[in-house]
Nanobody, 123 residues
Framework: VQLQASGGGLVQAGGSLRLSCAASGRTLSLYHMAWFRQAPGKEREFVAAHSWGDDTYYADSVKGRFTIGRDSAKNTVDLQMNSLKPEDTAVYYC??????????????????WGQGTQVTVSS
């Protein structure tokens, strides 16, 4: 499956952005899907995940502000980001996990990755 992330941009603190991860090749319903982010000089970190069973998981740093969801008709996984903070600035990546009972928070578990989209939050 090929993943294409979009929707990043520049926003002021307190603003919102919606990221979208579009898939081609296979339906995303076959995978656990997740969003990760990587800031300059930092390791890639887990942000949110959506299991194939419709369970959702969030990093503590984004809980209550970000919402992950699937659109089966469009074959996308979206990340709605509200109340953005400067520390949310990073390149955001979507990823697909092939197997396992639940989504992992570890990047190396994920087999497929989108190209990344830049999110910059100004103070």
């Amino acid at each position: 499956v090929q993943l294409q992330a979009s929707g990043g941009g520049l926003v002021q603190a307190g603003g919102s952005l919606r990221l979208s991860c579009a898939a081609s090749g296979r339906t995303l319903s076959l995978y656990h899907m997740a969003w990760f982010r990587q800031a300059p000089g930092k390791e890639r970190e887990f942000v949110a995940a959506h299991s194939w069973g419709d369970d959702t998981y969030y990093a503590d740093s984004v809980k209550g502000r970000f919402t992950i969801g699937r659109d089966s008709a469009k074959n996308t996984v979206d990340l709605q980001m509200n109340s953005l903070k400067p520390e949310d600035t990073a390149v955001y990546y979507c990823a697909a996990q092939i197997s396992g009972s639940r989504p992992s928070t570890q990047p190396y578990i994920y087999a497929y990755w989108g190209q990344g989209t830049q999110v910059t939050v100004s103070s």
